[in-house]
């Protein structure tokens, strides 16, 4: 049933394994805009992140901060990605009742990756795992009206906009958003947005999902036949760099026919 509901309805999925843990009309650019905003009328009175330790504050040997270190993150975000030890717990303090009864089997650290609207004010917080616990990510909305969009305090609306699946992955390239599969609705021009999705040509959900970006008009990404890594964390992990990185990116970039073109012959490597 988990399979089927992430395939048909991802951010119903997100729900339902929050759930097992514990559409609107489009809109003017302008009010698109707005949209990304702090909510005064449900901005929180204290930060959600009191009590969380930064990165940036814990020693170089913890190895919390070895994870982060050993995946080659980019050293000047560790001031905005936070270590939990007690994840539940923790949720629990920000938004009572999510976790109705604290299972000691569910309660490990947790990496704490904050979503920040366009004015710096979290909205969004995301629990990754350091090891194998499942589930992998947690997501934890505190205003239920934004969408699930990670870099919006970061990023320029007047250059090229990338898009990636995954948070980490966005740390990596410049004016970069994480979106993790969510059915977007954004205030730039679609010539201007290039998506980029994990390095996984016989995913049918990933392929489907690239037909479906090029359908509306997007740019997207098909890495060359031979690269081997999944996705950019590992790229970089293998030695690439940020440079490096961004130029196959740009060199592979299609829209229209001849990415679908380039998707056909993709999909059968």
Not at 13 to 21: A, G, P, S, W
Not at 61 to 87: G, M, S, V, W
Not at 204 to 211: F, G, L, N, S, V
Request: net charge positive.
């Amino acid at each position: 049933m988990a399979n089927l509901i992430k395939l048909v309805d991802r951010p119903l999925y997100d729900q339902y394994i929050l759930e097992r843990y514990k559409g609107s009309k489009p809109a003017s650019e302008e009010s698109l805009f707005e949209r990304f905003k702090t909510d005064t009328k449900t901005k929180l009175k204290s930060t959600p992140l009191q009590g969380l330790i930064a990165f940036s504050n814990l020693k170089d040997d913890h190895p919390a901060k070895q994870y982060l270190i050993n995946r080659k993150l980019p050293t000047e975000y560790f001031d905005r990605l936070y270590y939990c030890d007690k994840f539940q717990t923790y949720v629990n303090k920000i938004r009572p009742g999510t976790f109705e009864s604290l299972n000691k089997k569910y309660e490990h650290p947790r990496l704490i990756i904050p979503f920040y609207d366009v004015d710096n004010e979290v909205f969004a917080l995301q629990g990754r795992a350091f090891g194998k616990e499942q589930p992998k990510y947690l997501t934890i909305k505190l205003q239920e009206n934004k969408q699930k969009i990670f870099g919006l305090e970061r990023i320029n609306l007047h250059r090229r906009l990338y898009i990636v699946e995954g948070p980490l992955d966005s740390l990596f390239l410049d004016n970069c958003l994480a979106a993790g599969g969510a059915d977007l609705q954004l205030p730039v021009e679609k010539k201007d947005v290039v998506f980029i999705f994990d390095n996984e040509p016989r995913n049918k959900e990933i392929i489907d999902r690239m037909y479906k970006m090029v359908d509306k008009d997007y740019m997207i990404a098909i890495w060359p036949e031979g690269q081997k890594e999944k996705d950019i964390n590992e790229m970089i992990i293998n030695g690439k760099t940020k440079e490096q990185v961004q130029k196959i990116i740009s060199d592979n970039t299609y829209s229209g026919l001849s990415a679908i073109t380039q998707l056909n012959t993709y999909k059968r490597i």
